[in-house]
T-cell receptor, first 113, second 115 residues
Framework: DQQVKQNSPSLSVQEGRISILNCDYT??????FLWYKKYPAEGPTFLIS?????DKNEDGRFTVFLNKSAKHLSLHIVPSQPGDSAVYFC????????????FGKGTLLTVNP | EPEVTQTPSHQVTQMGQEVILRCVPI?????FYWYRQILGQKVEFLVS????????KSEIFDDQFSVERPDGSNFTLKIRSTKLEDSAMYFC?????????????FGSGTRLTVV
């Protein structure tokens, strides 16, 4: 039951370039989407979220884009830094579910100096 | 910055034994959660807890699992009779009411190994 899919298990980019992490979902009842970053031996850390009534949300170097008709969202990191190297999880929340999050499998981002 | 604290960081137990995983959520948060991540797989929701009762649970959270907030600060997950497939990283999280907008705060996790 993969309601949230991250089809790229890994991504490698050069420092200073843009990182684009993609996520697809199947459940049209999802109305909030979140991105988390996870370093080894740590818990996931919240990065940015977006409501389904918006198509873009920006916070510093991080921008999330939502294409509701395509059920697709992406996280852009510009410029990428070596410290951004981590696993990035896309997660989705459905209204009325008491804030349960459904996660994707994650994408390992490696930013090379 | 406030954080969610989990203990122990690593627990090894024999199959069939009971384990209790402990968490101290952020003090002004109202919602508490347990998630788990089996090695190489996605982070999975187990249970959410609000106002001293379970508000939602997944199909994974069967009768062998229970949660408790015994003293107003700790939040525990008990697995009554552990199985090999319970081996996973267990994450506790907490949030204010708007957790799905501003995100949960996760702890660093407890790695449970059932042998």
């Amino acid at each position: 039951d993969q309601q949230v899919k991250q089809n790229s298990p890994s991504l490698s980019v050069q420092e200073g370039r843009i990182s684009i992490l993609n996520c697809d979902y199947t459940n049209s009842m999802f109305d909030y989407f979140l991105w988390y970053k996870k370093y080894p031996a740590e818990g996931p850390t919240f990065l940015i979220s977006i409501s389904s009534i918006k198509d873009k949300n920006e916070d510093g170097r991080f921008t999330v884009f939502l294409n509701k008709s395509a059920k697709h969202l992406s996280l852009h990191i510009v410029p990428s830094q070596p410290g951004d190297s981590a696993v990035y999880f896309c997660a989705a929340s459905r209204g009325g579910s008491n804030y349960k999050l459904t996660f994707g499998k994650g994408t390992l981002l490696t930013v090379n100096p | 910055e406030p954080e969610v604290t989990q203990t122990p960081s690593h627990q090894v137990t024999q199959m069939g034994q009971e384990v209790i995983l402990r968490c101290v959520p952020i003090s002004n948060h109202l919602y508490f959660y347990w998630y788990r991540q089996i090695l190489g797989q996605k982070v999975e929701f187990l249970v959410s807890f609000y106002n001293n009762e379970i508000s939602e649970k997944s199909e994974i959270f069967d009768d062998q699992f229970s949660v408790e907030r015994p003293d107003g600060s700790n939040f525990t997950l008990k697995i009554r009779s552990t199985k090999l497939e319970d081996s996973a990283m267990y994450f506790c999280a907490s949030s204010e009411a708007s957790g799905r907008i501003y995100g949960y705060t996760f702890g660093s996790g407890t790695r449970l190994t059932v042998v």
